[in-house]
């Protein structure tokens, strides 16, 4: 926790599982989230992390993802803070921890509640950066190909669409209240068009599954580690083959 927060500022933190719809709708009414409030949420996480907001009456405003990081972008959050704004959702997402130090500053000097996802941090998978110019320009989709072809079924390229794209946050009625519900408590519009969160919208097309082992068993890992490497070695190779097909 920054040491700018208040000492009595603490995160109210959520768990994966069959009941994770559930915890998030008890820790947002435990923090005392009602009908025309708002929650900061990262555009980039499983439905669940922000969904259980419209049952209370209250919306959701996404901000955008952190590059690097996966998560909640701190720079992000403060621009989509309004008078109605009562919490920060951050989501441990993909094996990768969002930055609590700058989220719980920002929530101290606003006055804002924190509610920690972890849902998403080890159980659902875990995703790798891809950077296609450290392997000669290869594209995701061909080595992900590769690596299953190595023997590692799970590689694949993609993570969770940004919701804000979704129809169920921009024109479905859940609950017949004659608009879409994502604005039904709100007097103004908050859905946010494609294009204003760029980094949460192209990071599908950035990231890949990675092997996770619930059990240390060294010749397993060793075996994956040596499917990915040797994809690596060969980049130069899939790369020209690929642009032949």
Known sequence: MSKSTPPKQSPLALFG?????????????????????????????????????????GTVVFADIDPRALCLDPNDIE??????????????YLGHPADMDAIMDIAGRHG?????????????????????????????????EAVRAEGFPGASAGCNKALHTHPAFNDVDIYGQGRPTRIANSSR??????????????????V??????????????????????????????????????
Request: glycine share 10%; hydrophobic share 40%; with cysteine.
């Open 17 to 57: 599982g069959p009941k994770s719809v559930h915890s998030a709708d008890d820790g947002m009414f435990a923090l005392g989230i009602r009908q025309g409030d708002e929650i900061i949420c990262p555009a980039t996480t499983y439905w669940a992390s922000a969904l259980p907001v419209f049952t209370l009456g």
């Open 79 to 92: 621009r989509h803070i309004s008078p109605r704004t009562k919490a920060i959702v951050a989501v441990h």
């Open 112 to 144: 804002l509640k924190v509610l920690i996802g972890s849902n998403m941090a080890g159980w659902y998978g875990y995703c790798g950066l891809y950077r296609r110019e450290k392997l000669g320009g290869l594209s995701i989709t061909r080595f992900c």
């Open 189 to 206: 519009d908050l859905r946010q068009p494609p294009g204003s969160l760029p980094v949460a919208e192209r990071i599908g097309h950035e």
């Open 208 to 245: 890949f599954f990675i092997p996770w082992f619930k059990h240390f068993r060294p010749e397993v890992i060793r075996e994956h580690a040596a499917a990915f490497r040797k994809v690596a070695e060969h980049a130069a190779e899939l790369t020209v083959n690929h642009r032949r097909d």
